[in-house]
């Protein structure tokens, strides 16, 4: 039994090494395509390694967005998926009026709308926290069962405190 035990551990620990040896070994390798794919402009001179472009393009230390907006729609009906039913920018004094936001991405971001009127005063303010996994609309709403005043109104989107999005609407 021992003389059976010995090369199979000396099997698994040689198969161990080539798999830890070839991790290290990815980043370096070169695909045999590589030659014909086009070639990337090069970074402006850097005074710090932090500034310097890898091949990829994006800079070493700023990553992609994680969440991104995509749209956003006005409407006074929404579905079970936060869709705008029936998109319009004129709305009654008692109609609740909806903000469907379209965002893609993964990762936590923070979603707001600021609500106002034509002088600038803000109505409402809402804003919610999103843990998203792909695409994903959320709805903001406005409402006031006394009516809305007559006149023009807008709502500012922001995503993470950075505003991606204004819609005016009217009250009539």
Known sequence: MKTTRQPLILAVSLAAALALNACGKHEESTPPHAATAPVMAPAPASTTKTDAV?????????APPAVTFGSVELGSTVDANNKILASGSSFSPKDTIY???DTSGNGNATLAAKWSDQNGKTVHEDSKTLDSNGPQTTAFMISDPSGFP???YKVDISLNGSEVASKDFSIK
């Open 99 to 101: 903000a469907s936001v």
């Open 54 to 62: 890898p091949a990829s393009g994006m800079p070493a230390n700023d």
């Open 150 to 152: 007559a006149g023009n």
